[in-house]
T-cell receptor
Framework: GAVVSQHPSWVICKSGTSVKIECRSL??????MFWYRQFPKQSLMLMATSNEGSKATYEQGVEKDKFLINHASLTLSTLTVTSAHPEDSSFYIC??????????????FGPGTRLTVL | GNSVTQMEGPVTLSEEAFLTINCTYTATGYPSLFWYVQYPGEGLQLLLKATKADDKGSNKGFEATYRKETTSFHLEKGSVQVSDSAVYFC??????????FGAGTRLTVKP
C-alpha cells in the first residue's frame, strides 16, 4: 500500500508553453501533498505544500504564479509550470502524507517527473 | 529550523567493503528520521526509518540508529554490493510535515 504515482514521468516542451504534472495517491487519502524540485546531482528542495481545498503554501523564493498548484481532491494534486523556460528544466517529485498517520510520520514519494524545456 | 547535515560524497568502495555515511540533524522537536535511496533516473525509495531515540532502522543489510545524544543517524552496511550504487539521502520529518533532506551522498561500488 501507500503508492504515489506521477504523470507524466518525462516531458519535453518548448519554451513559453505550460506543463501540468499530476500527483496521485493510489490507495490512500492525502489532505497534504508536497512538491519538490531536484537539480542534477543535488538534493531535493521543497517548493510548496499542497493542501486539499485551500491554497498551497510556497517556500520562500518559489514563484506562486510560475508554479501553480491545485489540490482538487484527497488523491490528486497538480503542479503546472507556466510559461516554462530552460531554467525550469528539472526533476519534480511529489510526496503525500497519509491522513491516517502511522507511527513514523512518513511521506510517500512519487517516482518523479523529468521536465526538459527546449 | 530543522535541518540535516550529511556527509558529502562521492563515496567509492570495493564490493564487500564496509559502508558508513554520516548524518546529523538539528531539530526543535522530536522528529522521525529516514534514509532514502535514489537509483539513477528514479524517485526516492524509503530504505529505513526510526521514530524515537535508540530505535534502530534496518533493511536490506543497512542499519541506522537514532542517537539523540549525538543528534545522529549514521547509515551503515557491513558488506556493500555493486547493486547498492545509488544516492542516499538522510531526512527528518517533524510530525509528518514537510521533510528536510540532506545533500545526498553518491555511492559507487566497484566489483
Amino acid at each position: 500500500g501507500a503508492v504515489v504515482s506521477q504523470h507524466p514521468s518525462w516531458v519535453i516542451c518548448k519554451s513559453g508553453t505550460s506543463v501540468k504534472i499530476e500527483c496521485r495517491s493510489l490507495d490512500f487519502q492525502a489532505t497534504t501533498m508536497f512538491w519538490y524540485r531536484q537539480f542534477p546531482k543535488q538534493s531535493l528542495m521543497l517548493m510548496a505544500t499542497s493542501n486539499e481545498g485551500s491554497k498551497a503554501t510556497y517556500e520562500q523564493g518559489v514563484e506562486k504564479d510560475k508554479f501553480l498548484i491545485n489540490h482538487a481532491s484527497l488523491t490528486l494534486s497538480t503542479l503546472t509550470v507556466t510559461s516554462a523556460h530552460p531554467e525550469d528544466s528539472s526533476f519534480y517529485i511529489c510526496s503525500a502524507n497519509p491522513d491516517r498517520r502511522g507511527p513514523y510520520n512518513e511521506q510517500f514519494f512519487g517516482p518523479g517527473t523529468r521536465l526538459t524545456v527546449l | 529550523g530543522n535541518s540535516v547535515t550529511q556527509m558529502e560524497g562521492p563515496v567509492t568502495l570495493s564490493e564487500e567493503a564496509f559502508l558508513t555515511i554520516n548524518c546529523t540533524y538539528t531539530a526543535t522537536g522530536y522528529p522521525s528520521l529516514f534514509w532514502y535511496v535514489q537509483y539513477p533516473g528514479e524517485g526516492l525509495q524509503l530504505l529505513l526509518k526510526a521514530t524515537k531515540a535508540d530505535d534502530k532502522g534496518s533493511n536490506k543489510g543497512f542499519e541506522a540508529t537514532y542517537r539523540k545524544e549525538t543528534t545522529s543517524f549514521h547509515l551503515e552496511k557491513g558488506s556493500v554490493q555493486v547493486s547498492d550504487s545509488a544516492v542516499y539521502f538522510c531526512a527528518l520529518s517533524d510530525q509528518g510535515n514537510d521533510m528536510r533532506f540532506g545533500a545526498g551522498t553518491r555511492l559507487t561500488v566497484k566489483p
